[in-house]
């Protein structure tokens, strides 16, 4: 009976379930569709699910660049590797240093802890666009512009307060009692953060750097502002070269949308067995 | 910092020397700690102070001018007129109106779903691991490529939503989605939850993983049943991450410009112009640069105030000695 | 410190980081370049302005010219954060018909009137230097030229019974009626008037076709007088009849090529670009049905002796006022503009020099492409008649308040009206400051 109860739970949650996958899945299997269309398929009436014809030559256009005959799908793979650099940097550095001033301001009581704190999230409340025009004028005379250096160092100025604030509730979570432990067992303080904070909290700071890495992979404005050819540009603005002066080549954007989501969602594979292993070390008590 | 260390410089090669007999000055553990403490957070305080700072207070400044853009404008001093003149406007207002009704909506939204879908995942049905890898989809579709999914979706004559529920037999007639006054801004909110769900679904489901287990059984033990096991005692130790999550989201809400610039331009008739967006029209289109600064100190003020309402409900500060 | 050597040793990995993966490729020292800035898919494609510019630093050694190529909605902002730096991120950029007063009111542009030659002034089309000459003074080359156009679908047209396309609104109302009644398609027309400049765009054609004007003799608005109502009116009614795809309120240009692609429209008013793309079997299910008509007028503006309407969309090259290098920036705007240059590429853009379409010239042109003998005595027809939008300073924002109230009137938030009484309270506001 109790078995037949548990079948039951297990089958009702998994019924939960569906839904939430259609509603996640119906736009991305309709991005996907338009992917793999022709542009006269796409504007078919009424639509078609499927493609009846369909075809790869919008992501051939990208991938194998000279088969393309318009500049955009070919400049593509550049920016996609720009995006995939910078983001990477970013979400390092981000964690590496955003980790340490995040246990600091939790855990450590000293002056102007608070002050910090409330400094650190306010940077982050004024909206981008206003700050665009006074970073150019400083990026210029730098002449960093258009350089990969100039995007990683603006968009840490913006992940650096959310990456430290996100981990230092993660860190919060992590019961004293361990570190109390472990403080008695004769730690030093940084002793404490990396042999007992960290480890614990790597479910924290996955989830952390996923957020850090898809900032800075979604940001728009300032990539468009800041670079101007491919040293430099990024997968948004490269996307965005698919809208032409009055027509969107939607196909092209839809596969140019996938082939973008890829890195994100591969490396959220890759690191989610890290997730899971935080599950355990979680259960441990001092 | 404590003033107390100038009388002692710091002897760099003391400090770095691996030898573990190296002589130590007498500090109390609470000044090392301190001291430790600076030596963590200085190099993210660097990085964003570094480079936020002169653009912050050269808007700062700018919003008492008049500053129109150009080489050769006076800028001229006006006090808080630019702040004054917004106050006035109507369409400022409405503005700040519409997009408190986006933040409150999709965050809210976000958050229901998010914590809904988190819990699903914490309870392992079939599927669980795939579910939460998927999840990162949305979230990783860029925001422009979102924007003009989503306006394909909404198209009156080709768009998935018209044709979907036709043959679901909800519509009768393909209806012009975007041209609906009063459904333009739900439109925007729908395609903004898509978007950024995940994240508070993550977030929430990431601190469920960290919850002890035994808390739960425990209280299964006493007697409690589902719902109170969620409300009494998982929700409570859960907020620290559902402050994180409530405050990002709102701050980004509040501040949320892309989607919108690619779903409707603000359109139609000004029914999805939200606070940031105005901000940028007066910034770049219009030329207005005092006006511009002036709107973004206004929204860092509505952001931050929202920030600190919300910490001073929901913040319960661990125990940090 | 353990700590301090941890730390010491994360800052050193994170400069070399940042130096691996930061830093782009540095400039070489020599020759001068100048950095242009265009609207990329205007007229030629990326491809081929970039071979122009080869060619040009083949003839000019000493000049290297770095092209940026960006969407229209970027170009404009991409000016202004360009012109915050010294030296300026451009030597030269593509600009709008409708930027050159708030730019040259901003100082950005660079006075090159002693610059033009007569031959240049005379041999270019006249209306192609609206986009560059105010008052006298001469602030860049003409580039692209383009006006809007009126489209139909022959096909449709011919199963309705209908010979003639039509020759006034009031016409084309008459005639999109029967369409609709024979149930050939349920909105006949398609109209860009989403909440952008497009919007005004064909307010301007509708307008000027109405005998109407944007500003007064005194430079106070017009376009709210009761011909700008009258029209504003016209639209709304069209759509309440069903006989305007409701669509077209949240519909920008692409959207409307989009519709009009699909057969779902017997009546489109756009750029030259839908034409050609009509005859792409990849983008269009209407492979050569689609014909040009002159853009129609309203029978009150017909009497009032107006014989056509349309809206100036050209583009022009400016020089940028801080730029280091005018001499060889105007050098290669010269040689963009080039006969040369012109003739080679005319199968993607029209010449800007009259006398490409005279003589052998014409005969040469017409048989560049498949599709010129049709859009050649189209453009040639319909240029003429290209109206221009208010030049004034506070161009943008003026647009955005007449975008909202035509949006207000055809949503029905507002009273025609009402609507446009309150854009022009706006423009005399924004005159005024």
Known sequence: ?286 | MDLRYKADPPNIFEMTAISPTRPRRRLSLRQQDARTAWLLVIPSLVVILGVALWPIIYTFILSFYHAPTGINQVRTFVGLGNFIEMVKDQTFWETIGRTMYFTVASVGLEMVLGMAIAQLIHFHPWGWKFLRFCLIIPWAVPTIVNGAMWRWIYSADFGALNSLFMQLGLIKHYIPWLTLPNLAMPLVILADVWHMMPFVALILQAALATLPIELDEAAAVDGANAFQRFWQIRLPLLRPAILVALIARTVDAFRVFDIVYILTSSGPANKTLTITYLTYLNSFPWGKQGIGAALSFLISIFTISMALIFIRFLYRPEETQ | MHTLNRIALMAVAIVLVISIVGCGPQKPAGPVTIHILTMDQAGLKPAEIDQIARDFEAQNPDIKVVMEYVGYDYVHDKIVTGMAATPPAYDAAMIDVIWPDEFIKAGYLLDVTDRVTSEMKSGMFPASWNGVARNGRIYGMPWLMDVKYFMYNKDILQQAGITEPPKTWEELVDQAKIIKQKGLVEFPIIWSWNQKEGVVCDFTVLLFGNGGAFLDANGKPAFNNEKGVQLLTWMKQTLDDGLSNPSSVSSDEGAVETDFLAGKSAFAVNWLFQYSDSNDATKSQIVGQAAFAPMPVFEDGAAAGIKGSSVDGSSSFAIMATTPYPDQTWKFLTYLASNEVQIKYSAEMLPIWQNDFQGDALANLLAATPTNPVTVPAFLAQFPYANERPTVSYYNEASAALQLAIQEALTGVKTPQQALDEAAAKWVELAGE
């Open chain 1, 1 to 286: 009976m109790m078995v037949y109860l548990k079948l039951l739970r297990k089958l009702l949650l998994f019924l939960f379930t569906l839904p939430v996958f259609f509603f996640i899945f119906f736009p991305v299997l309709w991005l996907f569709s338009a992917s793999l269309s022709t542009q006269v398929e796409l504007f078919a009436i009424p639509p078609h699910w499927i493609p009846q014809h369909p075809t790869l030559q919008n992501y051939l256009d990208i991938i194998f660049p000279s088969l393309a005959t318009s500049s955009v799908p070919r400049t593509y793979a550049v920016a996609l590797i720009n995006s995939i650099k910078i983001a990477s940097a970013v979400t390092v550095i981000s964690i590496g240093i955003g980790s340490l001033a995040a246990y600091a301001l939790v855990r450590i009581p000293f002056r102007f802890n608070r002050t910090i704190q409330l400094g650190i999230i306010a940077t982050r409340m004024i909206p981008e666009v206003s700050l665009i025009l006074p970073l150019f004028i400083i990026a210029s005379s730098l002449r960093l512009i258009n350089k990969p250096i100039v995007l990683i160092v603006t968009y840490m100025s913006f992940a650096l307060p959310y990456a430290i604030w996100m981990m230092a509730a993660f860190f919060q979570t992590v019961p004293i009692e361990l570190e109390d432990a472990a403080r008695i067992d004769g730690c030093t303080r940084p002793g404490i953060l990396f042999r007992v904070v960290l480890p614990i909290s790597v479910p924290g700071l996955v989830s952390t750097a996923m957020f850090t890495f898809l900032l800075a992979w979604d940001e728009f404005f300032y990539a468009l502002i800041f670079t101007s050819t491919l040293a430099a540009k990024t997968a948004p603005v490269a996307i965005a070269e698919f809208v032409g002066r009055y027509a969107v080549n939607i196909n092209g954007m839809m596969a140019g949308g996938i082939i973008a989501a890829l890195p994100p969602v591969i490396l959220a594979l890759i690191f989610q067995r890290y997730i899971v292993s935080g599950m355990t070390a979680g259960a441990v008590k001092g």
